[in-house]
């Protein structure tokens, strides 16, 4: 069976400090990985995702599928990074491609 | 435009009382699906919607849940006879295409069986 694993349950940096939160999952198909955020009082929502490429809010994320992992990074965190981020994983081919999340980090970043 | 929304925002219950959690989909998606977040875990896939049918049911823990979707619509969780374990945030999601497209959820429902 699938399964995401976040190691961190709270990441505390001072504001301009790099930023790394790990996921690591295991799954024997192709996987596509997520990073989902809610901020305080907000809703969850997407931030990236793995087959985009893309940075958003300066944050991005590399596949590893060597050590199965989907790490996020930031090289300057700013306050307004400060939420719960959850790493998810979707299974392709299956029906209605649930998605399998990680216990999540909060990440505070300290001004 | 409007998107997942959900009812009630907190629902307080006794122990063995029934419940009815409501969930309304962003207009034209036709995938839905629910999940619950127990405090200090990640969310839990419980069931999901294609349609009015419900292809996976894999996640509901047991026969006392149940969910329905009616007119490619609104979906209401129901679970009976509550638990204390049953204390948690419910989230529904909602998606037009499920293969592609990501998952928008709604502000959740929190739970709490006394």
Known sequence: AQRVTQPEKLLSVFKGAPVELKCNYSYSGSPELFWYVQYSRQRLQLLLRHISRESIKGFTADLNKGETSFHLKKPFAQEEDSAMYYCALKEIKAAGNKLTFGGGTRVLVKP | ?114
């Open chain 2, 1 to 114: 435009g409007a998107g997942v929304s959900q009812s009630p925002s907190n629902k307080v219950t006794e122990k063995g009382k029934d419940v009815e959690l409501r969930c309304d989909p962003i207009s034209g998606h036709t995938a839905l699906y629910w999940y619950r977040q127990r405090l200090g875990q990640g969310l839990e896939f419980l069931i999901y919607f294609q349609g009015n049918s419900a292809p996976d049911k894999s996640g509901l823990p047991s026969d006392r849940f149940s969910a329905e979707r009616t007119g490619e619509s609104v979906s209401t969780l129901t679970i009976q006879r509550t638990q204390q374990e049953d204390s948690a945030v419910y989230l529904c999601a909602s998606t037009l295409n499920p293969s592609t497209d990501t998952q928008y959820f709604g502000p959740g429902t929190r739970l709490t069986v006394l």
